[in-house]
């Protein structure tokens, strides 16, 4: 079985900086997109960035020019970059992959890590 763990949260001043790792774990699989999503207390989850295995990306637009996501496909790990984060950056941030699997209708499994909490206070 597949696992995603993520690291990498904590608790940082407005403007400051953090850095989310997410490893996928387990053996015989192979990862199509990969994805970062967050959650703020009291709201939806939200896309904030994903990529796909060749490396193409999309941004939420509350992120862009402040995030960078990136992937090391040989390590199944995925980053997110926050640079000048806000107080409305705060939430739960979730990892995402989309498992390539022959069984499924769609071709892929999507699963998800437990989740790091990020805190950007003012």
């Known amino acids: 079985q597949v696992q995603l763990v993520e690291s990498g949260g904590g608790l940082v001043q407005a403007g400051g900086s953090l850095s989310l790792s997410c490893v996928a774990s387990g053996s015989g699989f192979s990862i199509n997109t990969m994805g970062w999503y967050r959650q703020a207390p009291g709201k939806q989850r939200e896309l904030a960035a994903t990529?796909?295995?060749?490396?193409?990306?999309e941004y939420a637009d509350v992120v862009k020019g402040r995030f960078t996501i990136s992937r090391d496909n040989a390590k199944h790990t995925v980053y997110l970059q926050m640079n000048s984060l806000k107080p409305e950056d705060t939430a739960v941030y979730y990892c995402?992959?989309?498992?390539?699997?022959?069984?499924?209708?769609?071709?892929?499994?999507?699963?998800w890590g437990q989740g790091t909490l990020v805190t950007v206070s003012s």
């Open positions: 995402s992959a989309d498992l390539y699997d022959s069984t499924s209708p769609s071709g892929y499994v999507e699963i």
């Open positions: 990529i796909t295995r060749a490396g193409g990306t």
